[in-house]
């Protein structure tokens, strides 16, 4: 899922393609993509594009008279830019936006098509996507800090929540809590002054320098490589790697649909987490340390 630095990015090159030009037409390819009804589509069709901006992970299109598109990727939606009269790709486009320099196109590598279009009409239902999230570059320590202890959560779950931080999802967490050598799954509450400290500055430091190490990538172009997967990140989708700093070898857990990726020495004191499901099936000889793991190698 594209999280904080990639919806940036999107955000900030949208901004030089389409600022001011007209929407001179959309198509649906996939008519489900539409989740409103009312104002309908084409109330945005032959006006200019007045802003575009983020709001959480979605991409917001600000046309005249407080009409506006709002764009959520989800997991596997993503945004490409083509030449005018490009067809879009078969079996994953969901829509393309035509404008006088191109077209948007609107994208879904996935058969469960969660990518979602809203076209809503005044501020006041825009701000019905907004899940309250704080946004972790420009808030205070302390801020950060009332909002994490509200409730006591794991700091995985915490870090990925829309309502308590805006845009971080699963793959800039994992990168986050190894930068701050926390476990995914210490709770909260349980943070002592120094650890909630240095998470703050995890999360600002990554988030910071992974928008500019994209930014950078993009330059003048357009983002057409925005994965989840980077062979830069640290833990993140390197299960069995090497830690960069010890050498350990990346662990995993796998829940529902998502994933956590640590370094059990540097994160939890040599501790393995235990997966549910391979837990179960091993029971007893579930190796508790990574030096237990490491020795049955």
């Not at 600022?19 to 200019?48: C, I, K, M, W, Y």
Request: glycine fraction near 8%.
């Amino acid at each position: 899922m594209p999280e904080l630095p990639d919806v940036i990015v999107y955000v900030e090159r949208l901004r030089a393609y389409v600022l001011g030009q007209p929407l001179e037409g959309a198509t649906l390819v996939s008519p489900f993509v539409l989740r409103s009804v009312d104002p309908p589509l084409d109330a945005v069709v032959g006006a200019p594009v007045q802003a575009v901006h983020r709001l959480g992970k979605r991409v917001v299109f600000g046309f005249p008279n407080e009409h506006y598109l709002v764009v959520h990727l989800m997991i596997a939606g993503r945004l490409r830019w083509r030449k005018r009269n490009t067809s879009p790709p078969r079996g994953s486009a969901l829509a393309v936006f035509h404008f006088p320099n191109g077209s948007l196109v609107f994208t879904e590598a996935s058969k469960r098509k969660r990518a979602s279009l809203h076209v809503v009409r005044g501020r006041s239902h825009l701000a019905g996507f907004d899940r309250g999230g704080l946004e972790v570059l420009d808030i205070t320590l302390e801020e950060f800090r009332d909002r994490l202890i509200l409730q006591n959560h794991t700091l995985k779950r915490a870090l990925t929540d829309p309502a308590i931080l805006s845009g971080i999802g699963n793959a800039y967490s994992d990168e986050i809590l190894f930068r701050a050598r926390l476990s995914p799954f210490r709770q909260t509450r349980h943070l002592d002054e120094v650890d909630m400290s240095r998470l703050f500055d995890a999360c600002r430091e990554t988030l910071g320098e992974w928008t500019e190490r994209l930014r950078s990538d993009v330059g003048e172009a357009f983002p057409d490589k925005v994965t989840a997967f980077r062979p830069e990140m640290a833990v993140h989708g390197k299960y069995r790697a090497p830690c960069p700093v010890c050498g350990s070898a990346i662990q995993r857990i796998v829940y529902a649909e998502n994933e956590a990726n640590y370094c059990a020495r540097c994160q939890t004191g040599g501790r393995l987490l235990a997966d549910r499901a391979l837990s179960r099936l091993l029971r007893q000889n579930w190796p508790k340390t990574i030096e237990e793991l490491e020795g049955g190698e």
